[in-house]
């Protein structure tokens, strides 16, 4: 006889439908909106939207900061996560839960903060001003406004494999006779590459589409510190819809390939640290 | 409560992870589901238990097609590999868990539950750890507590995964010797699934051997162990050597040489695989026999009473494999033999099991 | 953000164990020579930025913050705020479970693409996000027409800035318990069916006890999001006063007007809410550390 079917826990079909139902409501269809509105463009319309000089300018601008802000945070979120995780000091605790604060803070609060720091007047902006350095109202404001933003990813990525890290392998480092250094740069580094590299592109993902904590502190001078969030924005403000949604379209699919790119570098991580994900 | 399961098939994606099985498992014993891994007996466990859904085929749990009940109507204890205590709650709480959910009318009242709970502690003789929590127990605990919960509903059978597979090897043998005592206790008809043989031959009533999702022998331990019905129950309990050849009238040829198998109706010229146990392996050491695998004594294992003697085999009785024998003798049978390292022998069997190889 | 960076973990020991192993200690130069560079630079791009906020917000002194808060403009965008939170957390939430549920607890093909679809709305600039929703119900937008023959706004109006901030809190919870109840697999839960529990029972009494931190913390994390978003909340917007601005719409409004005092004293609400944020965090993981005994043996 053929067994009727009867799973053993409930809600399946109720539980999937809705996820597929609200997913499908509030992130696929409106998402798809925008491919659809820019299928009905003619390419010539497309091209003019998307590869203006400006708007090239602008990918320029927000790829270009995007990556040197990981690349900073990358560098510094790593010493970062060495300091909480291996050594102990005084008000650890606090520091590792301010950490989270670019998550935390409203991206606008961050802009107008980060903007009253580097002003020409500002905390440190009257410091750096006399030197030559600029930083608020050009592109060096958005890469600080950047580094703010994905400092936690990078920290938060780094942090957990770290402190997983079994003091074994450092110990059979050193009973062969390695230094420091070299434990470090060929045992521990090697182990934490699959995160950093992870951390490095949430923080690049989450830069290049970032708009609140940028837009007060990068003067938005056009081809020279306009990004591209600000490019769709400025073109819906002039009621240009189809120019927006053509360079939404290129940013949407920048997004799916560094989702991709991400998923990939996680399943590198979970795999490097033995366990299936 | 008798366990019937008629001819069920399962597959996860392509892979067939039971091919027909059947058992008729009488009330009352405590059975073992041996194999090694991957060969569907978890599976099986899991659709006699409801929480699987065979593809096709039937199960009865007391004469009553059980096949479309929810696993919440067939009364069936089940004991999880790694316990799934619930790990918010105390052991106490674990216990009572299973009389707690129970619709209002049937719910028990407190001072009753409480009551259960402590005797089913005291039988597992855990009564003392009633207020911890799982994570605060050793795996033994734990194990003892799951069936503790398993019990407390009164189920008519019990069904054990692998129920001492994460635990080491002396808590293994004591939880054994006490869970064949709580069954003789409560007869209370019990399957659990191991892939351990010396387990299931010490502890089980009865053993259903499978492979590859099929049956290969039910039996108890005796018959399982002494009269294995297939060449994979052969093998896979209990040591074993094994010839690998062809048939030569009453003869099976392992390469240059050639072994008595003493048997009726095996087509000549056909491929077999001969094994025998190593307390019926004979070890002859005068040069002029014709018969046995010649092979080279390589170590002589003394400890106890039984000295294990290891050969190996001169010709190639495997392709491209060095042969390991084992033979169990006694000391003096040693002595009498004046084996040492080295010498030439030839190995005969006192009992052969010859079946045909499969191409 | 990305929920990957900030996921409820159990904590490991301490760090006096790599301090006092030989093998894993560093020499104090290295030690005060990392910490050095990496506490520098955590002040001057973390700390002072948030200490920045609230020394501007009490620059003018205390009149002026509290006039700048109870302004009618600001009460308004107060309360829009938290509307838009308080409808778009519990949908979150629901839909975070359901998701989970289904993820965690039955097989099906495709789960792996769909848990990357869950992450969509991580990765999506949040203008992006904003835009998606003027193309539909814009007045040039799919069912725009048919929402103004019927005198319902959606966009420059409270629904779009309340679907705005769903869509970008969409991934909060379902992410943090997604690992969590695949990781605890479905066993707890078979053991209570075959036990006699209803499905609803397991959820309530077994599967429910075990998420809880983790549904918390997606909780206070997705709340954060909703009440500070402003990318996608002001594109569907308008920045209408006292009518479609939220509370860092307001902060941009009085900071392009140049009342900077003002501007800070309402970025200091949301300072203040962040801090609480943080504080719920790291409360929420302490007590799920402690909720997880060191384990006995194995």
């Known amino acids: 006889m053929l067994a009727r079917r009867t799973r053993v826990l409930p809600g399946f079909g109720l539980s999937l439908g809705f996820t597929l139902a609200y997913l499908s409501l509030i992130v696929l269809i409106p998402l798809s909106a925008v491919f659809i509105k820019t299928a009905g463009m003619t390419f010539d319309e497309f091209w003019t939207a998307v590869a203006s000089p400006r708007v090239v300018a602008s990918y320029k601008l927000s790829f270009g900061t995007s990556l040197l802000a990981a690349a900073i945070n990358a560098v510094f979120g790593l010493i970062l996560a060495w300091g909480l995780v291996r050594y102990t000091f005084p008000g650890k605790k606090l520091v590792d839960a301010l950490i989270d604060l670019p998550f935390a803070l409203p991206t606008a609060v961050a802009g107008i903060s980060l903007t009253a720091l580097y002003a020409k007047n500002g905390w440190l902006g009257q410091f750096l001003e006399p030197l030559g350095i600029k930083i608020a109202f050009g592109p ?7 580094i703010f933003i994905g400092l936690p990813f990078i920290v938060r990525t780094v942090q957990p494999i770290l402190e997983d890290l079994d003091a074994e392998f450092e110990e059979a480092a050193a009973s062969l006779g390695a230094n420091r250094w070299q434990t470090f740069r060929r045992v521990v580094f090697p182990t934490l590459l699959p995160a950093l590299m992870t951390g490095f592109a949430l923080a690049f993902a989450r830069a290049v589409g970032e708009y609140g904590s940028v837009i007060f502190i990068a003067g938005n001078i056009p081809m020279v510190s306009e990004i591209t969030p600000l490019m769709i924005i400025t073109k819906l403000e002039q009621y240009d819809y189809a120019g927006a949604t053509a360079i939404a379209s290129v940013m949407l699919i920048a997004s799916f390939v560094l989702l991709l790119a991400i998923n990939g570098l996680q399943a590198w991580t979970s795999k490097r640290q033995g366990r299936t994900s | 409560m008798s366990i019937e399961v008629k001819d069920i098939h399962k597959s996860f994606g392509a892979f067939k992870a039971l091919d027909g099985v059947s058992l008729d498992l009488p009330k009352g014993e405590l059975i073992a589901l041996l194999g090694p891994s991957g060969c569907g007996k978890t599976t099986l466990l899991r659709i006699i238990a409801g929480l699987e859904n065979a593809d096709y085929g039937s199960v009865r ?22 316990y799934a205590l619930f790990r918010h709650m105390t052991v106490f709480e674990n216990v009572a868990f299973g009389l707690r959910v129970k619709p209002r009318g049937e719910r028990p009242s407190e001072a009753i539950i409480r009551d259960k709970v402590h005797r089913l502690l005291d039988l597992v003789q855990l009564d003392w750890l009633a207020n911890r929590f799982p994570s605060q127990l050793s795996g033994g605990q734990r194990q003892r507590i799951a069936l503790a919960r398993a019990l407390a509903v009164e189920p008519q059978v019990l069904l054990l995964d692998e129920p001492f597979g994460a635990l080491d090897a002396k808590v293994r043998k004591e939880l054994r010797r006490w869970l064949r005592r709580l069954h003789d206790e409560l007869h209370i008809s019990s399957i659990f699934v191991t892939h351990d043989q010396e387990e299931a031959l010490e502890v089980a009533d009865r053993i259903v051997l499978m492979n590859k999702g099929r049956v290969e022998q039910i039996g108890n331990p005796h018959e399982i162990y002494d009269e294995p019905a297939t060449s994979f129950a052969y093998s896979f309990i209990g040591n074993v050597n094994e010839f690998r050849g062809r048939v030569e009238g009453d003869y099976v040829r392992v390469g240059e040489d050639v072994l008595a198998h003493g048997q009726k109706g095996l087509a000549d010229g056909s491929l077999v695989v001969a094994y025998t146990r190593p307390h019926d392996t004979e070890i002859v050491v005068d040069g002029a026999g014709r018969t046995g695998i010649s092979a080279k ?15 190996v085999a001169n010709g190639a009785a495997r392709e491209g494999r060095t042969d390991y024998f084992e033979v169990e003798l006694t000391p003096a049978e040693i002595a009498g033999l004046e084996l040492e390292t080295g010498k030439r022998v030839r190995i005969a069997s006192r009992r052969l099991s010859v079946f045909a190889e499969k191409s | 953000m990305n929920a990957t960076a900030a996921r409820l973990a159990p904590h490991s020991g301490s760090a006096s164990r790599f301090e006092a192993n030989i093998a894993t200690r560093d020499a104090p130069i290295v030690k005060y020579l990392v910490l050095g560079i990496g506490l520098s630079f955590f002040v001057l791009f973390l700390l002072m930025p948030l200490i920045a906020v609230f020394l501007e917000a009490f620059r003018k002194g205390w009149a002026t913050y509290f006039a700048a808060l109870v302004e009618p403009d600001a009460v308004s965008a107060i309360q829009l705020t938290l509307l838009a939170a308080a409808i778009a957390v519990p949908l979150n939430l629901v839909f975070g479970i359901a998701a989970a549920w289904s993820i965690a607890k039955f097989d099906f093909p495709g789960k792996q693409f769909l848990i990357t679809l869950i992450d969509l709305p991580f990765s999506v600039s949040p203008v992006v996000a ?10 040039q937008g799919w069912i725009g027409p048919w929402l103004s023959e019927n005198d319902i706004k959606v966009i420059f109006a409270v629904p779009g800035i309340v679907l705005a901030t769903v869509f970008v809190t969409f991934p909060f919870i379902a992410r943090e318990l997604i690992p969590l109840m695949q990781a605890q697999g479905r066993d707890e839960e078979e053991a209570a069916i075959t036990l006699g529990a209803s499905g609803r029972q397991a959820f309530w009494r077994v599967t429910l006890p075990n998420i809880k931190w983790a549904l918390l913390y997606g909780v206070i994390l997705c709340n954060a999001r909703a009440m500070g978003e402003f990318g996608a909340v002001s594109v569907v917007s308008g920045h209408i006063r006292g009518e479609t601005n939220t509370m860092p719409l307001h902060v941009e ?13 309402v970025a200091s609400l949301l300072a203040m809410l962040a801090l609480v944020t943080l504080a719920i965090k790291t409360y929420i993981e302490w007590r799920a550390d402690r909720d997880v005994p060191e384990e006995i043996g194995a």
Do not use: M, W
């Open chain 2, 297 to 311: 004594v390589n170590r002589i294992l003394a400890s106890g009473s039984v000295s294990r003697v290891e050969l």
């Open chain 3, 130 to 139: 904003g835009l998606v929703y003027v193309l539909i119900f814009g007045t």
């Open chain 2, 61 to 82: 749990l007391s004469g009553e097609d059980a096949t479309s009940k929810h696993v919440r109507e067939r009364h069936v204890g089940f004991v999880f590999q790694h």
């Open chain 1, 140 to 146: 060096p404001g958005i890469l600080v406004a950047l």
């Open chain 3, 253 to 265: 409004i009085l900071y392009n007007e140049y009342q900077f005092a003002a501007a800070f004293a």
